[in-house]
């Protein structure tokens, strides 16, 4: 079964802190994936990774950025957060494209709050 | 650019009434859907995507090219049914998903 994982369920932060939200993935999946979840917007894709060391800009990436050191691990960082930040974050994962179960799966969120 | 559009914030309909989330979408390419809900306090996951044409937990859905729709439907709404749902589209590359705003589905006793 997979598992995806990220590394809070809340957090509260003040303007202008770096934040760092880490997700894991345990299915050796070459794509990994950064969302904000906003009511009425749905999701919107901030970041993903293809693949080790690769990024790539999704529709909002302003104000994020992103590292993927490890194939099982993507990190979204808030160089300096604002208000405006405020959301709930949900990272996923999938498979090559081609491969049968190509569909992405979510980790749980993180709900991030700032001040 | 890829788009999908959910109309709907909010459907509420009684327990064993009939539901139909709707769901419409842009696309200049052969268009790969998907329909993932999230219930209260669980992650994501997917309900169904068109290319299995499947039903799963009673839900279907139907593309339709003429009208570039993909509307899920269920016959009889049941309470378990209540959730958050999201219509969602593949591009072309396989490895990017865009998603419609979302509906609450609420289903009433």
């Known amino acids: 079964d997979v598992k995806v994982t990220q590394s809070s369920r809340y957090l509260v932060k003040r303007t202008g802190e770096k934040v760092f939200l880490e997700c894991v993935q345990d299915?050796?999946?070459?794509?990994m994936f950064w969302y904000r979840q906003d009511p009425g917007l749905g999701l919107r894709l901030i970041y993903f990774s293809y693949d080790v060391k690769m990024k790539e800009k999704g529709d909002i990436p302003e104000g994020y950025s992103v590292s993927r050191e490890k194939k099982e691990r993507f990190s979204l960082i808030l160089e300096s957060a604002s208000t405006n930040q405020t959301s709930m974050y949900l990272c996923?994962?999938?498979?090559?494209?081609?491969?049968?179960?190509?569909?992405?799966?979510f980790g749980p969120g993180t709900r991030l709050l700032v001040l | 650019a890829q788009r999908v559009t959910q109309p709907e914030k909010l459907l509420s309909v009684f327990k064993g009434a009939p539901v139909e989330l709707k769901c419409n979408y842009s696309?200049?390419?052969?268009?790969?859907l998907f329909w993932y809900v999230q219930y209260s306090r669980q992650r994501l996951q997917l309900l169904l995507r068109?290319?299995s044409r499947e039903s799963i937990k009673g839900f279907t859905a139907d593309l339709n090219k003429g009208e570039t729709s993909f509307h899920l439907k269920k016959p009889f709404a049941q309470e378990e049914d209540s959730a958050m749902y999201y219509c969602a589209l593949l591009n072309n590359a396989g490895n990017m998903l865009t998603f419609g705003g979302g509906t609450r589905l609420m289903v009433k006793p």
């Open positions: 068109h290319i």
């Open positions: 996923a994962s999938s498979s090559r494209p081609g491969l049968e179960q190509e569909t992405q799966y």
């Open positions: 696309y200049s390419g052969s268009p790969e």
């Open positions: 299915m050796d999946h070459e794509n």
